[in-house]
């Protein structure tokens, strides 16, 4: 394996973006998130990218202080909260739900803006009589680092629990062979189902590497991550040259 491999995303989003993913996946009220459950959730997160070796900005790590700080904040009484803290805000969460709340506005506020730029896109002047223009295909909803890794994380669950599944003295998988075999699979427009990339994996270490070859062609913008919802199967496919 190529362990000295990084990679850099430009798909990358901040810490909050990570934090309403979460919320979003889980179907969690936003006023009523559990300190425990999301900081256990965000730390996954940060696990994940340190065995992929990503480069992460300081603020997820940031992030994750404050959501520990937090949590523990979380635990204690009432009467025993640190001192310097608003006694009208008895609640640790309120300041991060307020945040959250602020970039959910303008992150829904950029949503609408990018649509109508979309919309605009596939209206198309009247040509002449008679002469009548398709309209452009609507795309599935393009995948982000997050929902990636989500799938990822769950490729690792699934096959951890497999007795057959052992590690393999002596393997040498690399980026670049994963990234020739990932080309050859969506090849002539073929679409390539994301746990279709794992089918036949045989180590823990073939699947990071499996991995890291998707996200170094999603940089490169040689393949496209689809998904038409959330909880759908994450398909991969071939930019059209």
Excluded: C, H
């Amino acid at each position: 394996m190529e362990t000295e491999y990084k990679v850099r995303l430009e798909i990358f989003e901040g810490p909050l973006d990570l934090l309403l993913y979460l919320i979003k996946r889980d179907e969690l009220d936003i006023y009523d998130i559990s300190l425990e459950r999301i900081t256990k959730q965000y730390l996954e997160y940060l696990q994940a990218f340190k065995e992929l070796n990503i480069d992460v900005a300081g603020e997820f790590v940031v992030m994750a202080a404050n959501l520990i700080y937090l949590k523990s904040r979380s635990l204690l009484p009432a009467d025993q909260q640190p001192p310097e803290e608003d006694v009208d805000e008895a609640d640790p969460r309120w300041d991060l739900i307020r945040q959250l709340i602020e970039y959910k506005k303008f992150k829904e506020a950029a949503a609408q803006l990018q649509a109508r730029e979309l919309q605009q896109e596939r209206t198309f002047a009247r040509v002449g009589e008679g002469v009548t223009l398709a309209a452009a295909p609507f795309r599935l909803g393009e995948v982000g680092i997050f929902q990636l890794i989500n799938a990822f994380q769950n490729v690792l669950k699934r096959l951890d629990a497999r007795e057959d599944l052992r590690e393999i003295f002596g393997e040498n998988f690399t980026v670049s062979d994963k990234i020739e075999w990932i080309l050859q699979q969506v090849g002539a427009g073929t679409v390539l189902r994301f746990r279709e990339l794992f089918a036949r994996v045989a180590s823990r270490v073939e699947i990071v590497v499996t991995f890291l070859a998707l996200l170094e062609l999603i940089r490169l913008k040689q393949v496209r991550a689809v998904q038409n919802n959330i909880f759908e199967e994450i398909e991969i496919t071939a930019v059209a040259l």
